[in-house]
Nanobody, 116 residues
Framework: QVQLVESGGGLVQPGGSLRLSCAASGSIFSSYALGWFRQAPGKPRELVASIISGVRLNYADSVKGRFAISIDNAKNTVYLQMSSLKPEDTAVYYC??????????WGQGTQVTVSS
């Protein structure tokens, strides 16, 4: 069992930046996939960014060039650096860890609100 705790969300003005953190209770070094998802009100949860097998990066088209996912294996922490934020980035952001393709762990979510 892996417990995930997100932090770093908040209110930011359009064009601003935030860094989300996801601290895992155990080692995530050998996980099949690590990622960030988001869910806006009335919309389905969507993939924002992921790292597959520690090497392959994937980003949603809407965040390419603005968001970056990274891992600190020593701290068992996954980060999402978000820049040039837009109002449409407003959502609850969830951390996801898949130790294997068929096992999913989710964090509790952190709210990101982009508004002037």
């Amino acid at each position: 069992q892996v417990q995930l705790v997100e932090s770093g969300g908040g209110l930011v003005q359009p064009g601003g930046s935030l860094r989300l953190s996801c601290a895992a209770s155990g080692s995530i070094f050998s996980s099949y996939a690590l990622g960030w998802f988001r869910q806006a009100p009335g919309k389905p949860r969507e993939l924002v960014a992921s790292i597959i097998s520690g090497v392959r990066l994937n980003y949603a088209d809407s965040v390419k060039g603005r968001f970056a996912i990274s891992i600190d294996n020593a701290k068992n922490t996954v980060y999402l650096q978000m820049s040039s934020l837009k109002p449409e980035d407003t959502a609850v952001y969830y951390c996801n860890v898949k130790p294997t393709p068929n096992v999913n762990y989710w964090g509790q979510g952190t709210q990101v609100t982009v508004s002037s």
